[in-house]
């Protein structure tokens, strides 16, 4: 589903940077733009998997360390994602 492979974004997150989900936790996926601002908490990657517990986030220093660990992982976030 093309919904599933646009889900991945980096965001700062306090100091560090995490990598979310741009669907809410429990809400079924849709492909269009959500109509107002999202104010809920967003799955959060753990590194192992997705969480939507926001402290269980896997953080990264940098938005390019964050960027480069979705490249170089993309198979395993994205496969995780698929499973949801």
Do not use: C, H
């Amino acid at each position: 589903m093309i919904g599933d492979l646009m889900g991945v974004m980096t965001r700062k997150a306090g100091e560090n940077f995490i990598i979310t989900s741009d669907r809410i936790a429990g809400e079924l996926p849709s492909n269009s733009a959500p109509k107002k601002r999202i104010v809920e908490a967003y799955e959060v990657w753990t590194g192992d998997g997705w969480s939507a517990i926001t402290t269980d986030a896997k953080t990264f220093a940098a938005l390019d360390v964050a960027d480069d660990y979705v490249r170089a992982n993309f198979g395993l976030v994205m496969g995780q994602m698929a499973k949801r």
